[in-house]
């Protein structure tokens, strides 16, 4: 008799720990089905990344840039192109021209984090060996994109504030400005990029 109450006891053990491993399981999948879904969420380009569409092509640049405030600027004109990359979640712009007379090349990697829910900016040119980021977002009325960061300053080595803006004035047109603060200093206006579309060689 404790033998047979024995075994029943160990089946109906069984039963229940299949149970409970069979639910441990079915939540499991559930979990793993709904991170994946919160993965792909997180990976598609969106409505943000559209805002990449109008930079691609290819642009006349006008450069005025001050070396300090109040200094006289000096005015430069350059080329950019710009293009989407990996199914339009970036964009990568290569710009060409001079600075104080010699060659100046930099390229710039623009996207927009899911997740941090902000645009983020990586520049680096050939008078550098550093890696250049600003972070920022969108206006929500006029569409500006305001980006800031913090830079060394390659005078002091001390940290710099620094803020850019661009904005649109037509399909064929945007400014962009860069503002820094030096230590101790003001904000002035260091750098803007008058953005004009170039003709492709097909409509030349």
Sequence with gaps: MFRRLLVSALLVLGVILAGAASAQTEQAQADQQKMMAEYM?????????????????KWNVKTTAWMSPGAE???????????LLLSGRFL????????????????????YD??????????VDNWSTGFYFLEGNRDTTTGALTMTADWPDPMTGASMKVRSVTTWKSPDEYVYEMYMTAPGGEEYKSLQNVMTKGKTEKSK
Excluded: C
């Design 73 to 83: 600027p000096a005015v430069t004109e350059g080329r950019s192109e710009s293009e």
């Design 41 to 57: 969420k997180l990976m598609a380009p969106g409505p943000s990344h559209d805002y990449f569409k109008g930079f691609v092509g």
């Design 114 to 123: 899911n997740m941090k829910k902000t645009y983020m900016t990586l520049w």
């Design 92 to 111: 990568m712009t290569k710009f060409s021209g001079t600075m104080m007379g010699q060659p100046f090349e930099g390229v710039q990697i623009d996207g």
